[in-house]
């Protein structure tokens, strides 16, 4: 004999009763069954709200009443041939009569007994069990459904009742010798006790049901039959990677169920445990697949972490105090007085100082077990030796589960490093000696982050997901999301990254996607985006809260660059080609580099210095290994060198900077490059990076444009400025042609002092073969004495810009 369980998904509608007579009919082909059916989906939250508002005398529980009925007449008259449908009919509106009798009651005395709430909720499974039953004999006529209650007895500990196992499986036993149906259809959930009281099992117990049946029977198999393929590595809705796990002990299973895998009611493994029943949890609407196989096998592998849990609605209280320690009966005061006041207590952790004791209830227990610890312990209190109980609320245990997890060396120290990297703080940590589950409480807002963080450590093959939001896609940006696009596929394969872009925000439009945005069509999506609000993007991200998270700031934008803060706080890497947080004052720059530490949050700008060279990463190499920065010689604007390369007596001054501002090489701001501003910007961040203390008023600028120039509004005004001055470049480039040299506009820093401004470069010096919009970089230190260490390439472009980005992003990526 097998028995076969079917949740509320199961059987939700006429469609998916369908779904499950087909399976119990290819079942029964080859032995007889027990089939234990769950109530319709929807309909016991129907019954609970109902009765609620029938207690709080408020009429709307006629409404619900009304609604319950139609769910189950609709199912009636979609299975059942029209010629038989008025007795069947008939039944259902005699049960619901009784239950709007009870909630009557209810309203007239304006109250809600346990025990009358256990003969309500029955219903869902009695009226649910009665459709299948009488559906399944037009096909199987050797049917027949049997009330659980007369089979399954209990205390009357109402909505978690006991099972009174000796007369319950006297009672099976004794009615299925008797009982020749070939398939005997049974309400799951509902029992009743041994003076004759309605009761339940608790929510999920129409899985203990099917146990109890099975167990008691000595079935071959129990089958659970829900809306998943089984038991997965964690949950599917929080967890898309999550697959399902082909083989689980019972006492992984048990672990699982217990921390919140809700496809298996925790209590429903015991019974069949002792008699070593194996469970199959496989899928209605997919029954091909293999499902979970739950036994008592152990099964080798290398993977010893076999599954993550969670629980959420947690309170963690913790008890203090010097009275604690070496006080011999104070845990088992603690937890008789949680028994008292029937609190289930779900996690335990004590310090081996013994100075304090922490435990983890569900949320709405948390006030009963405050007052009644203080209670029990009111005397120690006011003699201040303990302290009155603390109470944290929303919190959520997370939990690894493996079997072999004991065999495994620095489980613990992945986990909590995983965790570490997120900032997920860890608020209590509890493992049992038999080492098949860890589990620590963190806060409810991080356990989808937790979970996935912890899901691409252990079962993802080290695939690490980078969350990228980023700001500002104009030249750069479209060449960075280009980029991205190509290299996807290849940074997943080799580089065991998955990089989403969460979000996209011009100055007009931002969008977001919490699957990703897909890149093939991202200006269109954007364009249709909400209207950009740098305040609510901030929000939203943090909102999001994922694992892995960096924000992309590819603006030049100063306020943009004053958000950094927030963002690293929330343990949110931020990469940046804008120059302007690095460069503002030197307490703020330390201040961001000091959050970046605190919360381990990577803050990256190798852009802000040569575009996609790496100039910045060269620099802290050195710096890292022990050598010292004496002396920095560079070129270090792509733009000016472009405009110098190009400047000649048959083109002005004006056309090669408008060439500059076409092929992406300046700001939107031509002056802010022209003016040296942009230059120093860069030697003050080497500087910075050196080690040095310096702030950009400290650097002399030779500025060469005229003071109108400088004084122009808008960039029209500045290009006729330029035009108008034309002479004065000229003069310029007259003198640098007749010293045979090169104009390049240098930045230099010795002995303490920069400065920026244009020189002439002779011949002989390596500056003076700097083509097109190349940088170059000499760094000068205790080791580079004589001949310098020599950075040289394209300083400039959107491209390169892109991929310096791109290259920060990757960084992370492998930290």
């Not at 008789?336 to 207590?345: G, P």
């Not at 640098?736 to 930045?747: E, L, P, Q, T, Y």
Request: proline share 2%.
């Amino acid at each position: 004999m097998k028995t076969l369980k079917f949740g509320g998904t199961s059987v939700a509608n006429a469609q998916n009763i369908k779904l499950a007579l087909n399976i119990i009919l290819n079942e029964a082909q080859d032995t007889k069954l027990t089939v234990i059916i769950s109530a319709f989906t929807g309909v016991t939250d129907l019954l609970v709200e109902a009765s609620k508002k029938a207690a709080l005398n408020d009429a709307g529980y006629k409404g619900i009443v009304t609604e319950i009925e139609q769910k189950h007449f609709d199912a009636i008259k979609a299975l059942i041939p029209v010629h038989e449908q008025s007795r069947l009919l008939s039944h259902i509106k005699r049960s619901i009569n009784h239950l709007e009798t009870l909630l009557d009651g209810c309203a007239l005395l304006g109250e809600l007994s346990d025990r009358t709430s256990d003969t309500i909720l029955s219903f869902g499974e009695l009226c649910s069990a009665f459709i299948v039953a009488e559906t399944l004999k037009q096909h199987l006529p050797d049917s027949i459904c049997k009330d659980s209650r007369e089979l399954i007895k209990t205390n009357n500990f109402f909505g978690q009742a006991q099972v009174n196992f000796e007369i319950t499986n006297d009672l099976i036993t004794n009615y299925f010798n008797s009982n020749t149906a070939h398939v005997t259809v049974l309400p799951g959930f509902i029992a009743s006790s041994t003076d004759a009281n309605n009761t339940t099992l608790g929510r999920g117990g129409s899985d203990y049901t099917a146990a109890i049946i099975a167990a008691a029977l000595n079935a071959t198999r129990l089958e659970i039959y829900t809306d998943v393929s089984g038991m997965y590595t964690a949950n599917p809705s929080l967890v898309k990677q999550a697959q399902p796990i082909e083989k689980l002990s019972y006492q992984e299973a048990m672990e699982l169920s217990h921390f919140g895998a809700k496809v298996l009611y925790p209590p429903t493994i015991q019974p069949v445990l002792t008699k070593n029943i194996p469970i199959l949890i496989k899928n209605t609407f997919e029954p091909r697949k293999s499902g979970t196989y739950i036994s008592n096998e152990i099964v080798s592998q290398v993977q010893p972490v076999k599954g993550i849990s969670h629980m959420d609605k947690i309170a963690l209280i913790t008890v203090e105090g010097s009275g604690i320690i070496g006080v011999s009966g104070f845990s088992k005061r603690l937890f008789e007085a949680l028994s008292t006041e029937k609190i289930n207590v779900i996690f335990i952790t004590q310090a081996s100082s013994e100075h304090s004791i922490c435990i983890g209830i569900q949320n709405r227990d948390a006030r009963k077990a405050q007052m009644a610890i203080d209670y029990v312990f009111e005397l120690e209190i006011s003699q201040h030796k303990i302290n009155p109980c603390t109470v944290e609320k929303n919190l959520c245990i997370v939990a690894l589960v493996g079997e072999n997890m004991k065999n495994h060396q620095g489980l613990s120290g992945k986990m909590f490093s995983t965790l570490g990297k997120n900032n997920v703080n860890i608020r209590a940590i509890a493992q049992g000696a038999s080492e098949r589950n860890i589990s620590v409480v963190v806060n409810e807002r991080d356990v989808k982050k937790a979970l996935n963080t912890l899901h691409e450590r252990f079962f993802e093959d080290n695939t690490k997901q980078l969350n990228l939001f980023v700001m500002g896609v104009g030249n750069v940006g479209e060449k960075f999301i280009a980029q991205i696009h190509q290299q996807k596929k290849f940074l997943k394969e080799n580089l065991k990254l998955n990089v989403r872009v969460i979000a996209l925000s011009n100055s007009r439009k931002m969008h977001f996607d919490e699957e990703g945005i897909s890149l093939k069509d991202w200006q269109n999506v954007l364009e249709n985006g909400a209207t950009a609000d740098k305040e609510v993007f901030i929000s939203k991200v943090k909102e999001l809260n994922f694992r892995n998270s960096i924000f992309v700031d590819i603006t030049a934008n100063e306020s943009v660059s004053q958000t950094y803060s927030r963002y690293l706080v929330q343990n949110i890497a931020v990469v940046t080609c804008n120059k302007i947080a690095c460069s503002s004052e030197y307490s703020n720059y330390q201040h961001l580099k000091q959050l970046s530490r605190k919360f381990n949050a990577p803050f990256l700008f190798e852009t802000n210095v040569g575009a996609g060279l790496p100039i910045i990463d060269t620099l802290k190499h050195l710096i890292a290994s022990g050598d010292k920065i004496k002396k920095i010689n560079a070129v270090l604007s792509g733009s000016l060198n472009f405009i110098f390369n190009n400047f000649n007596e048959n083109t002005s001054f004006e056309e090669v900077v408008k060439e500059a501002g076409v092929q992406g090489f300046t700001e939107p701001d031509p002056k802010i490059d022209l003016s040296g501003v942009d230059v120093a910007r860069k030697i003050l961040i080497l500087i910075r990076e050196s080690g040095y203390q310096m702030d950009i008023d400290e650097i002399e600028n030779n500025c060469f444009l005229p003071q109108e120039c400088m004084e122009t509004m808008n960039n029209v005004d500045f290009f006729a400025s330029l035009k108008k001055h034309s002479s004065h470049f000229e003069a310029i480039l007259a003198e640098a042609n007749s010293k045979d040299c090169r104009i390049k506009f240098v930045a230099s820093f010795n002995n303490g002092k920069a400065r920026v401004g244009l020189q002439f470069i002779p011949k002989e010096s390596p500056f003076y073969n700097l083509e097109g919009k190349d940088n170059i970089v000499e760094f000068y230190t205790d080791r580079y004495v004589d001949q310098p260490l020599i950075i040289k390439g394209a300083g400039a472009g959107a491209a390169v810009t892109a991929s310096g980005i791109f290259a920060d992003v990757i960084r992370i990526g492998n930290v």
